[in-house]
């Protein structure tokens, strides 16, 4: 059974950073993609963050220049910087992961982010 386990979220102030953590275990197939949503009260849950693989990555424009995504492959781990944040950062953060040769996506069961203004 696969697991996708967040950690590292908390309270911080507008221009302070956190990390965040996400491990994916339990599946017979390799790791593909790994990355992050989130979602404020109210609002969709919207893509902030992916990673694959071989290592390329994409961000949402909202957080370009200022989270940047990274994994550790022999860990099954990827991880979110997440540098000068903002009040408008505060959300519930989801981890998701893909594995080659299954089409499902995986999700974790959220970590919550807020930046006190």
């Known amino acids: 059974q696969v697991q996708v386990v967040e950690s590292g979220g908390g309270l911080v102030q507008a221009g302070g950073s956190l990390r965040l953590s996400c491990a994916a275990s339990?599946?017979?197939?390799?790791?593909?993609?790994m990355g992050w949503y989130r979602q404020a009260p109210g609002k969709q849950r919207e893509f902030i963050a992916r990673?694959?693989?071989?290592?390329?990555?994409n961000y949402a424009g909202s957080v370009k220049g200022r989270f940047t995504i990274s994994r550790d492959n022999a860990k099954n781990t990827v991880y979110l910087q997440m540098n000068t944040m903002k009040p408008e950062d505060t959300a519930v953060y989801y981890c998701?992961?893909?594995?080659?040769?299954?089409?499902?996506?995986?999700w974790g069961q959220g970590t919550q982010v807020t930046v006190s203004s």
């Open positions: 339990g599946s017979i197939f390799s790791l593909n993609v």
């Open positions: 998701f992961a893909n594995f080659i040769g299954d089409p499902n996506n995986y």
């Open positions: 990673i694959f693989s071989g290592g390329s990555t």
